[in-house]
């Protein structure tokens, strides 16, 4: 048989064709027509003079002639194919349609050998075919039938079992698809909390994938419109290839996004993008599209297929689909609390303009506290979430000063002992303030406790030491630095070298010591950069000493 006509036949009617060899009952396979059905359809035992016999004009005639029979039985019976020799067919079904048979030659043992193989050739047979027809297995008539039961149950059973083991085969490779999707879905959702770094979340998802499929890269794509694609908006991921050939791939990337827009496309075949890009791709690349709403936003793109089967299978598309719409919700998610953050912002910075507005002379200092505290933050080496933590802090640290008197807050002159417990009274109303807002938890300890002293005498639980919490240490630096750099209603800003000296001397008293060696080495040209602009906003504070002084 070729191997076309191999691959059709099952597996069930080769064990069927091998036991018969077993037993020395050759076989021929044919079609419906009566027609040999490949290069191997005749099965002569190794005996040649046999196969040339079976597959002679006058055979082939007599074959066409038992393939007309059978067609019109609805069970094909035995029949005499010539004296002493009787033709069993076994029906070739697939899908439980007959697709042809597998004719099954009984050598009677009533009848010469010498007449069976004047039968099979018209006469005259070499007696080398004789010797042949003598080794076969001989049966009597009554056994015929008996005989064609047995092999139309082994057909049966084989086929059975063969059916199933296509089932069995069926379901591991569902069960090894939906194992590798829950597998990617799985890890892909641990990545998903991380709403503030989307970019870090789409290089994640595409190295998942390239670890799960058999790909050579995989890239993820984005359209420029920043309304929709927000911070991923004109990005270019590609995990799996480097140097030279990472050009190669955004040109297709490019192409394919370009594409996908306002298409329903989930791959591209090779020969196009040759064409089109004037390439030399051998594989075709998958696509899966990643959407805001109803709307595209862009694609992930998988190329260069490996293994022995370059074709991209339905499983390959599953799995890109489903990190593409796992993509487009984070996404999504990460737009939404892009917003609530925004929201959350423009409320603090409402609250320190709230501030701002009862003494004037504090014109922009929660913003600059909170600059200061993060710049000194990252220089002892806190990671990207605490800093963001203590900008918050910063900018809500004096929010009490809502509930002061504003003429206490804007007293000329020096406070009375009276005034001044007013003034202590406020890091205890800003946590009150900011107490029933749950994102504000964290940082209440930085605003109750910005004015306690490493030593112990500060406000407003004489804390002392590492039992000060960090937030508030690097806060108490920050607020120290900016309050001694600015003009207030009882004394004029101080020069640079000044407050610095200060800082110096307020180590391992006012300040935490290892934390104020490190702010005095800070650079402050953006700090001097936004009091300028503070004092830009409201022209009557004066601050002459702030900047380069």
């Known amino acids: 048989m070729s191997q076309e006509s191999a691959q059709s036949v099952s597996t069930s ?34 005996c040649t003079e046999l196969g040339t016999a079976l597959a002679s004009a006058m055979c082939s005639a007599r074959l066409r002639e038992l393939a007309l029979a059978w067609k019109s039985q609805d069970v094909p019976e ?47 047979a070499p007696a080398t075919l004789v010797s042949t027809l003598d080794q076969l297995a001989s049966y009597r008539p009554t056994s015929v039938r008996a005989i064609g039961a047995l092999l139309h149950w082994l057909q049966d059973d084989a086929a059975e079992i063969e059916s199933k083991d296509e089932a069995l085969e069926s379901f591991s490779d569902k069960l090894t698809e939906s194992y590798e999707e829950i597998s990617l879905l799985y890890k892909l959702g641990h990545f998903m909390t991380e709403l503030a770094a989307p970019e870090r979340f ?17 890239s993820a794509a984005f359209l420029s419109d920043h309304q929709l694609a927000r911070h991923m908006a004109g990005a270019r991921v590609i995990h799996g290839i480097e140097g030279a050939a990472r050009s190669v791939v955004r040109d297709v990337v490019d192409y394919t996004l370009d594409q996908t827009i306002g298409q329903q496309l989930n791959t591209i075949p090779a020969e196009r993008l040759n064409t089109e890009l004037g390439l030399h791709l051998t594989t075709d690349i998958a696509i899966g599209r990643v959407q805001r709403g109803d709307q595209t936003i862009g694609i992930i793109v998988a190329g260069d297929k490996d293994g022995a089967d370059h074709d991209i299978s339905s499983a390959d598309l599953k799995l890109i689909d489903a990190a593409a719409g796992l993509m487009g919700i984070f996404l999504e998610n990460a737009c939404l609390y892009d917003d609530q953050q925004a929201m959350f912002l423009g409320m603090l910075e409402a609250l320190t303009a709230a501030i701002d507005a009862k003494d004037r ?50 007293k000329p002159g020096r406070l009375t002992d009276g ?73 004029a800003a101080m020069p640079r070298a000044t407050v ?34 503070h004092l830009r906003r409201d022209p009557a504070v004066r601050q002459s000493g702030s900047a380069a002084a």
């Not at 079609?31 to 040999?36: I, Q």
């Not at 033709?87 to 007449?115: F, I, K």
């Open 419 to 491: 005034e001044f417990e007013l003034i202590k009274r406020h890091p205890e109303i800003g946590v009150r303030i900011l107490r029933d807002i749950p994102q504000l938890s964290d940082v209440l300890p930085g605003v109750l406790h910005h004015h306690e002293r490493w030593d112990g005498s500060g406000y407003p639980y004489k804390l002392a030491g590492e039992n000060i919490p960090m937030f508030a240490r690097l806060l108490c630096l920050a607020d120290s630095f900016d309050a001694m750099s600015s003009t207030r209603t009882y004394r």
């Open 13 to 46: 009617i080769e064990q069927t064709r091998w036991r018969c060899r077993s037993l020395q009952m050759p076989t021929i396979l044919i079609g419906l027509e009566g027609e040999l059905r490949g290069d191997n359809a005749i099965d002569a035992l190794d």
């Open 361 to 410: 002379y504090t014109c922009g200092h929660s913003e600059r506290v909170a600059h200061l505290a993060v710049q000194l933050a990252q220089a002892v080496g806190l990671d990207d979430e605490s800093c963001e933590r203590i900008r918050i802090t910063g900018l809500v640290h004096d929010i009490g000063k809502i509930g002061v008197p504003e003429s206490v807050l804007a």
């Open 78 to 124: 035995p029949m005499s194919w010539c004296d002493g020799l009787v033709a069993l067919p076994v029906v070739v079904a697939e899908r439980r349609r007959r697709q042809g048979y597998l004719v099954v030659l009984l050598r009677m043992s009533d009848v010469e050998s010498t007449m069976i193989a004047d039968g099979l050739c018209g006469g005259g």
């Open 202 to 218: 789409v290089e994640q998802t595409c190295e998942a994938l390239h670890a799960t499929l058999s790909f050579q890269w995989i």
């Open 500 to 533: 610095l000296d200060e800082i110096r001397k307020g180590a391992g008293t006012q300040f935490d010591p290892k934390f104020a060696e490190i702010f005095i080495n800070l650079d402050f040209s953006e700090f001097d950069r936004m009091v300028e602009s």
